[in-house]
């Protein structure tokens, strides 16, 4: 395929803007699949996907577009639209030259909107603005144009108006994506060199990755390289996408497809890596920035003689999501088991029900909590933390107050937009999770955005569904990383009976450790449900005890009510009770369900 009939794209918009939608039209037109065949969202392979209705995991699709009399590759990246995804999105980005900026033209201008544009325009790509939806009876096509004016300095003209639904604009929009968006800077002659900018499991095919060829040619049967590992390969298939793997035998720089080599494991197939010939010396193509885990949780297997399959589940689901991080855990209640870190609530959801559904694997998730960080003292301390800064992964490590210097928590800043009506409202909801304001603009006549510096841990559990709910939907939100700052930090321990349960160990604002201790013991008083003894619950700040809540004993047993004798109904009461019990984990001789541990969190 000649380099300058290619064109390497993606569409990026807010959650629900259209893009899956879109894309789908997008193979529709090209004739990638039928318009008969009803599998709508083609591109959201994934079951929660489905299920959940968003794009989790960028999936690349390759489509020929007649132009003018010339066949031309385009290739497809989707993009996930969801703030905690903004790390894929930057990945598909990479392989891209241009993006589809998606606008809903109701909702118009949203918090995802802005980060994803900041995203391109940083990366020097060509942005098409595409409103969306026009054919809504509520669309304010004017609103919107004055809205990506005012934010972006687009002008009104340059903005393409299409129905992803019906289809309408959609041919014009795959016009303007051949004459606007530049081909790739692809050379032929040169050594090969590609990015491996995606990877995922294959169950019968191993890992596979998705990459953009660079420089070169690469053919089946060829040794490669990894730039990074240095290990070699052969490459065993390769292809493009269409919208499933298609094997082509070669592909050329400029082309976006698919290697199949044997590499085994999520370290071989790092996702950022530069691939070559083996035996060739070529540069490394620019990475790009590794996924930075804003949340971390213990994850166990419901039962230890599952530990093997679950880490086989992990290797495997962590190849398709390399952001997640992996360290070995050990907990005293709940065994053998790993600390996860991801890039935030929906993510760490997300993926514990991929490991649910696909690998059928049943797992215990400990209240999430965010990395905080503490600056010890002293020769001897030191050294047993390794240096003066001490990253805290698992609240039960926070060192004692005396070897401190200072504690620090990470901090984001965040973008909110929405209706000026819910100012006071806004204002208070981000003052009562410490926020500062930095910066307030109107993007229209009626709406406004938000920059605001917050703790991460005020924002991790529930910030946006409160945000939601005070501005009745109405209000987006994202955020950025912004480094870490002191601040004034104590552990809570959680006692059952007496007994220290590390899972629950947590770490919060002194200020807030009261209200926070109180929310935790009656959401565990909720949660656990009575057993044949009287149960305390207690959290203490050292060796002092702030809140207290008791689950009285449950006297009467299971039986008790069916006197007489049918033995059916009694074996169906055991029945259902044994299988309440598979849903608990024992600590001490407490019986606890195994989503109190995430619970406990939510207000
Ligand atoms: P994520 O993958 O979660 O980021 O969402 P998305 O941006 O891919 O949105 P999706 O394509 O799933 O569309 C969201 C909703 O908008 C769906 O209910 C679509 O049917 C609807 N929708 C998409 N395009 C149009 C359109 O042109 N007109 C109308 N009326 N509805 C549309």
Redesign the pocket.
Known sequence: FPVENIRNFSII?H????????ADRLLEITNTISKNVRNL?VL?RLQVERER???VKAQTASLFYNYNDEVYLLNLVDT???VDFNYEVSRSLSACQGVILLVDANQGVQAQTVANFYLAFESNLTILPVM??I??KVAKPDVVLKQLKNIFDIKPEDVLK?????GTGVEELLRAVVEKIPPPPADLAKPFRGLMFDSWYDQYKGAVANVAICDGVVRKGDKIQSCNTKKTYEVQELGIMHPTEVPTGVLFAGQVGYIIANMKNVNEAQVGDTLCHDGTSVEPLPGFKPARAMVFAGVYPSDHTEFSALRNALNRLTLNDSSVSVHVDHSPALGQGWRLGFLGLLHMDVFNQRLEQEYDASVIVTAPNVPYKARVFGAKNLKKYGGEEVTILNPCHLPDPHVVKEYLEPMVIGTILFPDQYLSSVMNLCMERRGEQVDQVYIDDTRLMFKVILPLSEIVVDFFDDLKSITSGFASFDYEDHGYQVADLVKVNILLNSRDVEELTLICHRARARVTSKQVCSKLKETIPRQLFKISIQAAVGSKFIAREDIPALKKDVLAKCYGGDISRKMKLLKRQAEGKKRMRKIGNIDVPKDAFIKVLKR
């Open positions: 918009a959650v629900d803007h259209g893009k899956s939608t879109l969202q959201d209705g968003i794009t996930p639209g969801h969306n939806k054919d809504l299409v129905s992803a639904k019906n």
